[in-house]
């Protein structure tokens, strides 16, 4: 508008203009506020509804819906014992520790337990893998796979020979964290609401997380690492799936007195990724590499220890276990070691 | 100035009032409920229900003159130590640093980094409020709020049997045993109620219910929201929002602790904070969230040991005690009634002794 042509627009009109974009701009925000009250009074509705459960119906096996008590069994049963029957379902767990610990084994075992019958600690339903570093290791699945029998005597072979392994196992890769999302947003919910399946494994969630952020955009990175967790439990609750997210580790800095995280049992590595993340983890095991080996019949294998460092219902502690070619075996008693 | 013949009270009362002397409404001003049931010998909540119906009768009359309904400072001690009992934990140095227990009618907060035992507190608390009066707890029941998933039955089953053992074995009299009869595994399940949020909607909305449950269930003396932070610190967006929404929902917790005599228990998160490049861990939500809770415990580790700081307090000292988590749940850190099942394990590559889990 030129100065000539505002001179002849009277004052008021423009006044009138301004009032009308300013009560426009508190209408907008008035209409969210009562957007916000609205979505309360009908979550109100809806919470009438909701059940108040008492504890004890919980216990007889009602109210499944709200805790089932059901447990993903890992395949051995020294590793089982350890967890208390295995994975709970219906919360987030992490599996961290160095390269090489054997964190990719263990889930690759929990991919093919999955699909097991309840009555042998699966859940009738197979996995989705989201691989987000490696390519998936397709070869050692297999070989997992054509030694099921060995590392699970407790099944009837013929239910063993039944099952298809390979048709039950998704995978997903994923290189940054907006396909990661996409793929958390589309893609799973479809194949969790079909019943295909019904165990997440995320590897590695730290790949994400560390490469793409400076240290200077640490809130920028809280707030993405916040919602992807919220997503995974919001997945885990709708669809009572467990979720295994694999982490790497990171060199424990210098003792500083202001650090309070619940020291692992006996190692200086800690967990990557920090304080947030951990706050939204349920239960957190870690994986460690040790220096002796194990030998049975003409294989060996390099002694490994899984270590609870916290969870709801599990003592801090932790079990022997050795990576063989049927899978990942925990070990009981004093064992060769040499 | 009326006389005590009209009063709406039973005729055995009047007659005995009017025989002892009191013929008006004058007469009984300024008389303790004691020097009245004395004089007139009646029972003390005769004397109490004459005094109250006088005040009331009076005050409407008069327009506010009379006795107010005001209470001295002495007499809330005495209406605290009759009604409002502490929640006795099994640590006796936790129950030592509280002032004999947690506090019911107050709001307590628990912070303190993962694993370090905020959960198995609450869930120790939820089984101690059961605990029968003749052991000296309050007999109540509990709801439990569970926003993060992490309320498991196998562990509550667990402390609620060590519980139970626990009390077996100081029964001494004949009510003692009797009260362990009502106090059982299934019992205390039945006095827990369960309550499942998944976001900070639902949690408001189901507060916004509560007081409704709370009426129907009169014995309710504890109330644990596990954890208040978990779904608010995924509120980003409007940080000010948050905020209003966090003062709302201190005061309606602080409200429902008084009006219904129940201790409210919040678990909180920790928090990096950067200060002229120091990071320091604070509790989260805020300072404006700290002045909420009347009592605030930090958990946190030095070393392998656990520890409980009170920082702040009205009534109580800071102090800061040591704890343990066992099989059995929450007890003292010196505490070994029974021996431990796992030895501490030996490893080659293990750094020096200190970094070992001590077990008795």
């Keep these: 508008m030129s100065i000539s042509a505002s001179c002849i627009w009277p004052r008021r009109w423009l006044l009138l203009y301004l009032l009308a974009h300013l009560f426009i701009k508190e209408l907008y925000s008035l209409m969210e506020e009562c957007h916000k009250i609205i979505s309360v009074c009908v979550c109100v509705c809806v919470c009438v509804c909701v059940c108040v459960c008492v504890a004890l119906l919980l216990h007889r096996g009602e109210c499944r819906r709200l805790e089932s008590g059901l447990r993903l069994s890992v395949g051995c049963p020294v590793l089982d014992e350890l967890l208390r029957g295995g994975l709970p379902v219906g919360g987030v767990t992490e599996l961290s520790g160095e390269s090489g610990a054997g964190k990719t084994q263990l889930a690759l075992q929990l991919c093919l337990s999955v699909q097991y019958p309840t009555q042998h600690g699966g859940l009738n339903s197979g996995a989705v893998y989201i691989c987000t570093e490696d390519v998936f290791p397709s070869s050692r699945l297999q070989q997992l796979i054509s030694d099921q029998s060995c590392l699970r005597s407790d099944v009837p072979p013929t239910l063993i020979s039944r099952l298809q392994f390979s048709d039950h196992v998704y995978i997903e890769h994923t290189a940054d964290l907006e396909s990661l999302q996409v793929c958390l947003s589309r893609r799973v919910p479809l194949l969790l609401a079909r019943g295909a399946v019904r165990l997440l494994v995320v590897d590695s969630v730290a790949a994400l997380f560390r490469c793409e952020f400076q240290a200077s955009d640490w809130l920028e990175r809280t707030k993405q690492l916040l919602s992807f967790s919220s997503t995974l439990h919001h997945l885990s609750q709708e669809f009572n799936t467990p979720v295994l997210c694999i982490n790497q580790r990171r060199h424990r800095d210098p003792p500083n007195p202001g650090r309070q995280e619940a020291p692992p049992l006996s190692s200086n590595v800690s967990p990557a990724l920090g304080l947030a993340w ?58 060769g070691v040499f | 100035m009326r006389p005590v013949s009209s009063l709406s009270l039973s005729p055995s009362v009047k007659v005995r009032l009017v025989s002892a002397g009191f013929r008006f409404t004058s007469d009984l001003r300024g008389l303790k409920p004691l020097q009245l049931s004395k004089e007139a010998s009646l029972s003390q909540p005769e004397a109490l229900e004459v005094l109250q119906t006088v005040r009331r009768v009076v005050g409407g009359d008069e327009g506010g003159g009379g006795a107010s309904a005001s209470l001295t400072a002495l007499e809330l001690l005495q209406k605290e130590e009759e009604e409002l009992r502490s929640i006795v934990t099994f640590s006796s140095q936790l129950d030592a640093a509280l002032g004999g227990g947690l506090p019911v009618g107050k709001t307590i907060e628990i912070c303190g980094a993962p694993g370090v035992g905020k959960t198995q507190l609450c869930l120790q608390l939820a089984v101690d409020v059961q605990v029968p009066s003749c052991f000296g707890g309050v007999g109540g029941q509990m709801v439990y709020i569970d926003t993060e998933g992490s309320f498991l039955l196998q562990r509550v089953v667990d402390i609620a049997t060590a519980g139970v053992r626990h009390c077996s074995l100081l029964a001494e009299d004949d009510e003692q045993r009797v009260a362990m009869e009502t106090f059982t595994v299934e019992t205390i399940l039945s006095n827990m109620f369960l309550v499942r949020c998944h976001d900070y909607v639902e949690l ?101 040991q656990r520890m409980a700081a009170i920082f702040k307090s009205p009534a109580h000292m800071d102090s800061t005690i040591q704890y343990q988590i066992t099989s059995e749940g929450f007890r003292d850190a010196n505490q070994c009634e029974q021996p431990q099942s796992k030895r501490p394990r030996r490893h080659t590559n293990q750094p020096a002794a200190s970094q070992r889990v001590t077990s008795c």
Excluded at chain 1, 314 to 323: C, H, Q, T, W
Excluded at chain 2, 276 to 292: C, D, F, I, K, T
């Design chain 2, 204 to 304: 408001l909305a189901e507060l916004h219910l509560l007081p409704g449950f709370l009426s129907a269930h009169p014995r309710v003396r504890l109330l644990v929201i596990d954890s208040v932070a978990f779904v608010f610190r995924r509120l980003f967006d409007d940080l000010s929002q948050r905020t209003r929404l966090l003062n709302d929902l201190a005061q309606q917790l602080i409200a429902m602790a008084t009006r219904h005599k129940m201790a409210v228990v919040i678990t909180n998160q920790m928090t990096t904070r950067l200060r002229g490049g120091q990071s320091q861990l604070v509790p989260a939500l805020g300072e404006s969230w700290g002045h909420a809770p009347a009592i605030r415990l930090l958990l946190h580790w030095v070393g392998p």
């Design chain 1, 278 to 335: 951990a706050n939204q983890v349920m239960v957190r095991l870690m994986m460690r590499r040790l220096q002796e080996t194990v030998a049975r019949g003409n294989q060996r294998s390099a002694l490994r220890r899984l270590e609870v460092v916290f969870a709801p219902h599990l003592a801090r502690d932790g079990r022997d276990a050795a990576v063989w070619r049927e899978g990942v075996r925990g070990l009981t008693g004093i064992v």
